[in-house]
């Protein structure tokens, strides 16, 4: 049974910090592309950064470059999203995504695995 389970979400200041981590289960990460979405009220499902299935290339949306780290662990088959300075606009659930793709998208369609999604509210 496949599943991707998310922890990390929360209530942070502009300016600070947090970390999701999502495990997964049933499937390996290392023979994936892997994503990270978010989802604002009213707005459709964006992609924040991917890491491509044929190599490490690790890419990212333009508003959290510099910002925003992916990154995986072979070992505990977990993947992460490092989010520093966190501003108001990047308030959003974000979900943890896998895909049999070779390469990487930012086509929400093309993932056949999601985690549950993590409320992160950026606020003051």
């Known amino acids: 049974q496949v599943a991707f389970v998310e922890s990390g979400g929360g209530l942070v200041q502009p300016g600070g910090s947090l970390r999701l981590s999502c495990a997964a289960s049933?499937?390996?990460?290392?023979?994936?592309?892997i994503a990270w979405f978010r989802q604002a009220p009213g707005k459709e499902r964006e992609g924040v950064s991917a890491?491509?299935?044929?190599?490490?290339?690790?890419y990212y949306t333009d508003s959290v470059k510099g910002r925003f780290t992916m990154s995986r662990d072979f070992a505990e088959n977990t993947m992460y999203l490092q989010m520093d300075n966190l501003k108001p606009e990047d308030t959003a659930v974000y979900y943890c995504?896998?895909?049999?793709?070779?390469?990487?998208?930012?086509?929400?369609?093309?993932?056949?695995?999601w985690g549950q999604g993590s409320q992160v509210t950026v606020s003051s």
């Open positions: 995504a896998a895909s049999l793709l070779i390469g990487w998208t930012w086509r929400p369609n093309k993932y056949q695995y």
């Open positions: 049933g499937v390996t990460l290392n023979d994936h592309a």
């Open positions: 890491m491509s299935s044929l190599d490490d290339g690790t």
